[in-house]
């Protein structure tokens, strides 16, 4: 075989290797991503068709030439498919593309002078100046830039929307990949909570280290245990909606893996230095990467601290510290070992939701009630504090270019807690509690309970002006009250400070194997194992100056008050001492249970390529089980004793049963839930020469109920949601992108339906005078819709216009039933009842009459219904588009400046208005007006935003890098953008008792204009 032929073979090989994007890059950020830009399959087919003309371009070592790599600049990433051509004299001598690893070559040239041009989807294009001498010349690493360099995003952007508060957690900007679409409105949409695709955020899965990190309880991401390590957590791969993933079959809403090993860190040291005006103040941070060494070590350290409040919302502040350190070793070209230990350790003031009532009164959309003096400073109390380190230890084997096997232990531990008021035979200690607005005192309705105008007129006035504090907590009296309630055992505090903890053992283990079995086929599998344990507990953290608190429960003592065990929250301590215990600071309080988990799953992807077709098939089957362990014993459900026995005191059992005579336990081990799952999945590609691609994905997946979602009240009790189900979920989706010359389109429609839900909560309801748990099945929801993501180059040097739109319409779809309880003594409100307005509510036919509106019925007696209004998936833009200019120069400058569009925003739902029981009143009589009122579902305004950044890089003799990036957003100061929000869950009787009114719904406000600077220094 000759030569010339051996060489055009190898690279026919090389190129039918499967590209696999890594997308190392997190979005869009302005420090300079590390990340490998994905090569458009289209352009690979494109390639192989090409490949002896790169062969015959010049191979041939016997004349002088050059070769290297071309890497990303940032941890010297391959970039696959970057196209090299070399000129001499102003002429085209040559045109090769780097292979998988980035390596080119130049052969057969004359010594002398020539101009290399190197340019990649998604990079800025770079020359370099080369001279021949008669040999090969190994210019080792040629770096590209990449194009979508924009602000530093700290991925800590999720935390100011309090999830606690809120029941949502926002994807971070930073998750969001390579893909056009998802690269422009990860970052421009994400001010306003933009869900992709409208998907709640746990459907996301995301990984660290090939190791599933969404939480065991709720499902979310808990992206706090790595924010603040940018560097660290930089370098990613991520897929997109139902595609599959190298780590697991994944879900319906991408999977993204970061890369936490020191060798996926970028080398060298980089110091920066961040302040921006609507997070925190200043952020500082510095790392350092080795690369790999001469003796196969590398190692990684990454440091942070982030400090302050900000412009726009008081009593919000960080002070939060990043720590991160890891180091790996390869001991030969077939086994490596790494580890890796990091931790975010800090604490952040939090903000409250208000009504608009209130935020009108003090003329800001961003105040914030969770604050006030103490002493003359500022105190918060909702303060969030952790520290939970995670442990990795990742072992990769590959026996062969063909085989390669990777087993990750990972383990999380630590603490993870929030502050709040807690009170006891006290007033409301909140600034903005209903009773203390204006609205509780008058409302222009003749039928409301209350008007006195007097009051409201002083409520008013005590807003406008802060009249003695009004807007604020006022911590001095606190204290006082504190200091003036004096009993024989000393200053019995009546208001404390609590701390809510979930602190989580968590321990994960992953296994994958990657098997090329033939050039046109892969098989990739694995094993995924999680055994999780969380303590969710009360401590007392301040008694604000009293020398006690007693663990009783003053709704229970409300109810029971001649009862002196029902009101016991540790009864086993009552039984034993006499009387309830007497907290001091830091003991454990009110409620303290253990919830466990257990998780499996074995999964399996084949995937094959033939000419211009590609497809895979992937399943993946699961088991799940969880049970809670109470580990003391609540007066209201004392259960059994450890023989099985009835609790007795003074004569009187004290044990209880549900209607199926159970027991009703608060301490010891729950009955177990155990759930089977599957996933299937399968998508094709077809491939048309000069940059096209049709592909399209489908898949079905079965998910188990998470821990949060299971039990009717985990704080007091063992009882179980009654018919727990799996989650079915149908998707699918058909889409079509064009990458070439610098022409970046993707164009996507989906469907997807998702089936059986649940969920629970628990609020006062006002009709029953208690404190009630609420759970609801059988929800379902249809997401459809369409996106849109471009970027199309101008005639003018590095301009490119960019935009995205995604148009949708996420709609629940069932009635479901709910079951409502009495959460102290669990006897039963409603049992599987229908929640009949929660999918959609009637409007009916209005006719006016003399000023007097009136609902007309038909022949039969029947109030006329003219439509059905559908009710909305809440709190993210249905649609949303964003227009705007981007500019990167061979110079390193970049600017972007975009135009962005949000509408159709609903408020989130609360199920409660949309009963029977609720609309129809006090007095059980429905009629269409009330229906209209209470089941109707709030609708946002659409809203304009304009955002701007500007950046520089120097590089200083090829080794120094100095840069600076300004971003600016809502650059025309809009105060008035609703983020989100929630109905409450309250009713308030009429006067005439024909009705009820609604409590008004609470809202959370983006800030107005507000910068983000970031400077930084690598080398």
């Known amino acids: 075989m000759q030569r010339t032929e051996l060489l055009s073979i190898t690279a026919l090989v090389l190129l039918a290797l499967p590209l696999q994007a890594q997308d190392t890059g997190g979005g869009r950020d302005t420090y300079l991503p590390s990340r490998t830009e994905e090569l458009s399959d289209s352009l690979r087919h494109d390639l192989r068709q090409n490949s002896m003309e790169m062969v015959r371009t010049g191979q041939e070592e016997s004349a002088g030439g050059v070769k290297g790599a071309v890497v990303n600049r940032s941890g010297r990433v391959p970039v696959q498919g970057a196209e090299l051509q070399i000129f001499r004299d102003q002429e085209l001598v040559g045109t090769v593309y780097a292979s998988a690893d980035g390596s080119f070559k130049f052969g057969g040239l004359e010594d002398g002078l020539y101009l290399m041009k190197v340019s990649a989807p998604g990079f800025l294009p770079s020359q370099v100046n080369v001279e021949v001498e008669g040999f090969m010349k190994d210019l080792m690493f040629v770096s590209l830039l990449p194009a979508n360099v924009v602000n530093d995003i700290d991925d800590s952007n999720f935390a100011d929307f309090d999830m606690d508060d809120s029941g949502y957690e926002d994807a971070p900007s930073i998750l969001y990949g390579n893909d056009v679409f998802a690269n422009i409105a990860g970052y421009d949409f994400s001010a306003v909570r933009f869900r992709n695709r409208g998907y709640n955020s746990e459907t996301q899965d995301v990984y660290l280290s090939g190791v599933r990190m969404n939480d065991a309880l709720t499902g979310y991401t808990p992206w706090s245990l790595w924010s603040g390590l940018n560097e660290a957590m930089r370098s990613k791969e991520t897929t997109m909606g139902l595609e599959v993933s190298e780590y697991g079959t994944g879900g319906f809403n991408g999977v993204t893996n970061i890369l936490a090993m020191p060798s996926n860190v970028r080398p060298g040291f980089r110091f920066s230095l961040l302040t921006n005006s609507a997070l925190y103040r200043l952020r500082l941070m510095a790392s350092y990467a080795s690369g790999e060494l001469d003796n196969g070590w590398s190692y990684a350290f990454n440091v942070s601290a982030r400090l302050g409040g900000n412009d726009w919302v008081d009593g919000v502040y960080y002070r939060s510290f990043a720590y991160y350190g890891a180091v790996e070793k390869k001991f030969n070209d077939t086994h490596k070992l790494g580890f890796v230990i990091f931790a975010t350790p800090g604490q952040r003031g939090a903000q409250n939701a208000s009504t608009q009532e209130v935020y009108d009164l003090v003329g800001s959309n961003t105040y914030n009630s969770n604050w006030g003096y103490q002493d003359g400073k500022m105190r918060n109390a909702r303060v969030r504090k952790t520290h939970e380190p995670v442990m990795i230890l990742k072992y990769t084997a590959t026996p062969s270019d063909d085989l390669e096997a990777t087993a990750t232990l990972l383990y999380r531990t630590g603490k993870n807690g929030y502050t709040a008021l807690d009170w006891y035979d006290a007033p409301d200690p909140r600034p903005d509690y209903y009773r203390y607005l204006p609205s509780y005192f008058y409302m222009e309705d003749p039928d409301y309970d209350r008007i006195d105008i007097e009051k409201a007129a002083w409520a008013t006035e005590a807003w406008q002006n802060n009249v003695n504090g009004t807007r604020h907590m006022n911590w001095d009296r606190l204290y006082n009250v504190n200091y003036n309630n004096v009993t024989e055992d000393g200053h019995r505090s009546k208001y404390t400070v609590e701390e809510r903890r979930t602190d989580q053992n968590d321990v994960n283990f992953a296994g994958s194997v990657k098997w090329r079995a033939e050039d046109w086929f892969t098989l990739d599998g694995g094993v995924n194992l999680k055994w999780n344990r969380t303590e969710y507990y009360k401590i007392m953290n301040d008694l604000l100056g009293g020398d006690y608190y007693l663990n009783i429960d003053q709704f229970a003592e409300r109810d029971f ?260 309880t009495v959460d102290n003594s669990a006897s039963v409100i409603f049992e599987d009842e229908l929640v009949p307005y929660w999918s959609s509510h009637p409007v009916y036919r209005k006719e006016t009459v003399n000023g007097t509106v009136t609902y007309p019925k038909d022949e039969d007696g029947r109030y006329i219904v003219e439509r059905k209004q559908k009710h909305y998936v809440p709190s993210t833009p249905q649609l949303a588009a964003s227009l705007g200019l981007n500019y990167a120069s061979s110079s390193y400058w970049f600017a972007d400046l975009n135009v962005n569009y949000f509408g159709n925003t609903y408020l989130d739902m609360n199920p409660l208005y949309r009963t029977d029981m609720a609309t129809a009143g006090p007095d059980g009589v429905v009629t269409p007006a009330e229906i209209e009122y209470m089941a109707a579902q709030e609708k946002f305004d659409p809203v304009f935003l304009l955002n701007a950044s500007v950046g520089k890089s120097w590089y200083i003799n090829r080794k120094y890098n100095i840069g600076f990036s300004l971003e600016v957003k809502n650059i025309l100061n809009n105060k008035g953008v609703r983020t989100g929000g929630y109905e409450q869950t309250r009713l308030i009787d009429s006067k005439s008792g024909e009705r009820y009114y609604r409590f008004d719904s609470k809202y959370f406000y983006m800030s107005g204009a507000n910068y983000m600077l970031n400077l930084y220094f690598r080398f």
Not at 757 to 783: E, L, P
């Open 561 to 820: 008050a001649s009862s002196p065990t029902m009101i016991q929250n540790d009864l086993d301590y009552f039984l034993e001492h006499g009387q309830a215990q007497m907290l001091g600071q830091g003991d454990k309080y009110g409620y303290d249970y253990y919830a466990h988990v257990r998780k499996a799953g074995l999964w399996a992807t084949a995937s094959f390529e033939k000419g211009n077709f590609k497809g895979y098939a992937s399943l993946e089957g699961g088991y799940t089980s969880f049970w809670r362990e109470g580990l003391v014993r609540k007066g209201l459900f004392a259960g059994l004793d450890d023989n099985g026995n009835e609790i007795v005191y003074d004569g009187k059992v004290l044990t209880t049963y549900d209607s199926e005579g159970k027991a009703i336990t608060s301490k010891g081990k729950s009955d177990v839930s155990q759930f089977f799952t599957y996933t299937a999945k399968a998508g094709a590609a077809y491939f048309i020469p000069g940059g096209h691609r049709v592909y399209a994905n489908v898949g079905y997946l079965t998910d188990a109920p998470t821990f949060s979602q299971a039990f009717v009240s985990p704080r007091t009790r063992n009882t179980l949601v009654s018919d727990l189900r799996t989650t079915k979920t149908f998707s699918a989706d058909l889409n079509y992108q064009f990458s070439r010359n610098g022409y970046d389109i993707r164009v996507t429609g989906f469907y997807t339906k998702i089936n059986d839900q649940t969920d629970v909560m628990s609020f006062y309801d006002d009709s029953q005078n208690s404190f009630t748990n609420f759970a609801m099945s059988g929800i379902d929801q249809r997401h459809a819709g369409i996106e849109l993501g471009f970027k199309i180059p101008v005639p003018v040097q590095g301009l490119s216009v960019q935009g995205v739109l995604s148009w949708g319409e996420y709609v629940y779809t069932s009635t479901p039933r709910m079951t409502q």
